[in-house]
Nanobody, 129 residues
Framework: QAQLVESGGGLVQAGGSLRLSCAASGVTFSRYGMGWFRQAPGKEREFVAA???????DYGDSVKGRFTMSRDNSKSTVYLQMSSLQFEDTAIYYC???????????????????????WGQGTQVTVSP
């Protein structure tokens, strides 16, 4: 059973940066595709970024060019570097794990929440205008 713990959220002014981390345990991390999603009050969960087993990345349209996702298999951790933050980025950010990626191409990424089997408790990101 995977356990995912997000950290790094907080309050930041518009235009600022934050780096989120997600530490995984209880799994063979290198076999998993990983993703970041976010959910603002009253809105559906939104795809932010995903990374394949080999490190290929994909991003949601609203964050392309501003956010960068990476992984460190030696630490069983993924990161989300967020720059040029906007008020609209305010949300709870969730880290999610896709074990089925092991059976797909090593560049496979998933962009829908229902493609992921595990997720963390989330970390709040608040961007002040």
């Amino acid at each position: 059973q995977a356990q995912l713990v997000e950290s790094g959220g907080g309050l930041v002014q518009a235009g600022g940066s934050l780096r989120l981390s997600c530490a995984a345990s209880g799994v063979t991390f290198s076999r998993y595709g990983m993703g970041w999603f976010r959910q603002a009050p009253g809105k559906e969960r939104e795809f932010v970024a995903a990374i394949s087993r080999s490190g290929t990345t994909d991003y949601g349209d609203s964050v392309k060019g501003r956010f960068t996702m990476s992984r460190d298999n030696s630490k069983s951790t993924v990161y989300l570097q967020m720059s040029s933050l906007q008020f609209e980025d305010t949300a709870i950010y969730y880290c999610e794990a896709d074990p089925d990626a092991y059976y797909s191409s090593d560049v496979y990424t998933a962009s829908r929440p229902d493609q992921y089997d595990y997720w963390g408790q989330g970390t709040q990101v608040t961007v002040s205008p």
